[in-house]
């Protein structure tokens, strides 16, 4: 290579730095907090698609043929083992749940509860990828006219991202006779079908809010469920004796004002396992397990899969001291026998009517005679783990007011299955029973699942 060679070889390196050095500045210049704002919480966020079919058991006897309806939502991840925060007007009556991360894997989901009132719901995936948990902001000290960011599955292009700001603190929203909001937040960043269950984010990228509705026929309003209030929702559809009949005794109150936001404990159940591991009133819980804990959230979480008589390490500021206790949670049941107490474990578990047997009560509440799916019944193909045969239907029941029939394979009551006589029991003892009226209920007929709903009347 001759001299000159080199030099021209010198010079196109040095016009190619200058030319990158360039790049990377603009690039740099271009990668705003916004940007990294939503960099950092968009991982957190999945698209939600659903199927369901286009009837219900009052249309079950008709001649009109049934269709599928595709619809769609956005989801938070709240979890790192899938589980999932979204709307409930999302999931309601779905037959399939599939999940796309922000990486594009594909899952299938299930619902594991709901409050349909405050439209929120927990739905599970199990993840063969590393999930980011949602940046946790606060709504305590939400200001009018503050930038917010909301992401979502919009018309179904997922991850779309729009901006605006606050338009509105604590609106009250009346949608139908069935469903009103209570202190939501408006905002004119754009919302659109897709978008119900995705993250409203202030501008750290912290989720601040649920987005939930829009006002059909208008441009530029959308609302959003402040995060604190979705939280509480949260930590009841997740708590430890509603899914798995153990229990802590604590209760507790999410103190948030601002960038103070802390759990602390208001009042704790005598011989629970949070008293017999030395928790007090007015101890702020810092950290559960491996969790970090704010909220109540966070507690039932971190203790969400511990079998009874795990040992779970927990810290504690106690007159702005550092504690470290351990916590052993305790099986619902147990608590029964324990003399003295005085908690809400005792009503948990009180029978509504405890003269009678399961199957009388469930004649009288239900309208209907269960046995167990015999042997040559099998459910291949359905996703159900087992089911209960009707054998009986009472007259003029809410069962056979409503199309049950005998033959029908009962595979679920509001959200929990119906396989044996104990979860028919779990149903009937449930303290907020007569909350979920009208309760639903699943049907296997003919190899296709049904749903309805009735009204029942209380056990005496």
């Known amino acids: 290579m001759t001299k000159r060679d080199c030099l021209a070889a010198i010079c196109i390196a040095l016009f190619m730095t200058i030319i990158l050095s360039n790049a990377n500045a603009d690039e740099a210049g271009r990668r705003t907090a916004l940007v990294e704002s939503i960099e950092r919480t968009i991982r957190s966020t999945v698209n939600i698609h659903t199927e369901k079919r286009q009837k219900s058991i009052d249309v079950v006897f008709s001649a009109g043929k049934s269709s599928k309806i595709?619809?769609?939502?956005?989801g938070v991840i709240f979890d790192e083992r899938g589980y999932i925060v979204t709307n409930f007007h999302v999931v309601q009556d779905v037959e399939r749940l599939r999940v796309t991360t922000f990486k594009g894997t594909e899952y299938d989901a299930r619902v594991i509860a709901y409050d349909s009132r405050q439209d929120l719901a927990v739905i599970k995936i199990d993840p063969r990828e590393t999930l980011l948990v949602m940046p946790l902001g606060t709504s305590s000290d939400l200001m009018l006219g503050e930038n917010v960011i909301a992401i979502g599955n919009a018309f179904g292009y997922e991850s779309t991202v729009t901006t605006g700001i606050i338009s509105h603190l604590?609106?009250?929203v009346e949608v139908n006779e069935e469903q009103a909001y209570k202190n939501l937040i408006q905002i004119d960043a754009a919302i659109n079908p897709g978008n119900s269950g995705g993250p409203l984010l202030n501008a750290d990228g912290e989720v601040i809010g649920i987005n939930v509705a829009i006002r059909a026929g208008a441009q530029r309003i959308g609302f959003a469920i402040p995060i604190d209030d979705a939280r509480v929702v949260m930590a009841r559809l997740i708590n430890i004796e509603r899914h798995q009949k153990t229990y802590h005794g604590l209760s507790t109150i999410d103190s948030k004002q601002g960038p103070d936001r802390k759990l602390v404990v208001q009042s704790i159940q005598a011989n629970s396992p949070a008293a017999l591991a030395g928790l007090q009133s007015g101890d702020v819980i810092t950290k559960s397990g491996d969790v970090n804990v704010v909220?109540?959230?966070d507690l039932e979480r971190s203790l969400?899969?511990?079998?009874p008589g795990e040992q779970v390490s927990m810290t504690v500021l106690r007159d702005n001291k550092k504690v470290d206790l351990n916590m052993q949670v305790a099986q619902l049941s147990s608590a029964r026998s324990q003399p003295g107490q005085q908690t809400l474990v005792n009503v948990v578990n009180k029978p509504v009517t405890p003269d009678l047997t399961v199957e009388a009560r469930t004649w009288e509440v239900f309208g209907v005679k269960l046995q167990t799916l015999p042997g040559e019944i099998k459910l291949t193909g359905q996703p159900y783990r087992g089911g209960m045969q009707v054998t009986e239907v009472r007259g003029q029941s809410p069962a056979e007011t409503n199309g049950i029939r005998k033959?029908?394979?009962l595979v679920g009551l509001h959200h929990w299955e119906t396989v044996n006589e104990e979860n028919i029991q779990y149903v009937l003892d449930?303290?907020?029973?007569?909350?979920?009226?009208?309760?639903?209920?699943?049907?296997?007929?003919?190899?296709?699942?049904?749903?309805?709903?009735?009204?029942i009347v209380a056990s005496h």
């Open 70 to 74: 595709n619809g769609m939502g956005t």
């Open 170 to 172: 604590s609106r009250d």
């Open 407 to 409: 033959g029908d394979i």
């Open 295 to 297: 909220d109540a959230t």
């Open 430 to 455: 449930h303290p907020q029973l007569k909350t979920l009226n009208p309760i639903k209920f699943y049907i296997l007929r003919d190899g296709e699942t049904l749903f309805g709903h009735f009204r």
């Open 304 to 307: 969400f899969g511990k079998n």
